[in-house]
């Protein structure tokens, strides 16, 4: 099973900040967190992971509790491109099965 | 730099057929998986492997069989399809270990009729 939990659907005005909530209450201490998006049925994309420190690139922030139970992803200026179900992944690590959850399905409001 | 690349795009078969979806990395990944995806849902684990002779299976394997011959390929056999199994297919590959970002093929669409 899937070791993350996150919102079904967010909906977020174009232009804005999309933050995108993840739990992951029994993450253990050497697990990443990553996150991934997938618009409309193309292969899932890379966007960003983190381990314990907050992240930031060219497409998103990560912002990770201080506890590592749960983060959050900041997509900082919406568009309509960034309409997708995105997907908080914790990596399993003694066999690094990447293993999916339902996702957030990403509405973006013009 | 062709990174994960899936044939065939779409497919049609007939109940009880086989077939081989191939999957194929040139980045020298150890790690490649096989994940289906259901209609309005998220993709499940089918098999992976993390090297050459190598693989174990995920959360839905049955009625699937893969083998790693190679690094760089990762077929995925249907040995009799069955309607259940009319999914789109995605491959992944990765190097081993934490912190390393998993890229993703654009699919295989299959449909069994």
């Known amino acids: 099973d899937a070791k993350t939990t996150q919102p079904p659907s967010m909906d977020c005005a174009e232009g804005r900040a999309a933050n995108l909530p993840c739990n992951h209450s029994?993450?253990?201490?050497?697990?990443?967190v990553y996150w991934y998006r997938q618009i409309h049925s193309q292969g899932p994309q890379y966007i960003i992971h983190?381990?314990?420190n907050n992240e930031t690139n060219e497409m998103a922030s990560l912002i990770i509790t201080e506890d590592r139970k749960s983060s959050t992803l900041i997509l900082p200026h919406a568009t309509l491109r960034d309409t997708a179900v995105y997907y908080c992944?914790?990596?399993?690590?003694?066999?690094?099965?990447?293993?999916f959850g339902k996702g957030t399905r990403l509405h973006i409001l013009p | 730099n062709a990174g994960v690349t899936q044939t065939p795009k779409f497919q049609v078969l007939k109940t009880g057929q086989s077939m081989t979806l191939q999957c194929a990395q040139d980045?020298?990944?150890?790690?490649m998986s096989w994940y289906r995806q259901d209609p309005g849902m998220g993709l499940r684990l089918i098999h992976y492997?993390?090297?050459?002779?190598?693989?174990d299976q995920g959360e839905v394997p049955n009625g699937y069989n893969v083998s790693r011959s190679t690094t760089e390929d990762f077929p995925l056999r249907l040995l009799s399809a069955a309607p259940s199994q009319t999914s789109v297919y995605f491959c992944?590959?990765?190097?081993?270990?934490?912190?390393?970002?998993?890229?993703f093929g654009q699919g295989t669409r299959l449909t069994v009729v």
């Open positions: 992944i914790v990596r399993v690590n003694r066999d690094d099965k990447i293993i």
């Open positions: 992944a590959s990765t190097r081993m270990g934490l912190g390393t970002e998993a890229f």
């Open positions: 980045m020298n990944h150890e790690y």
């Open positions: 029994t993450i253990s201490g050497n697990e990443y």
């Open positions: 983190g381990l314990k």
């Open positions: 492997s993390v090297g050459a002779g190598i693989t």
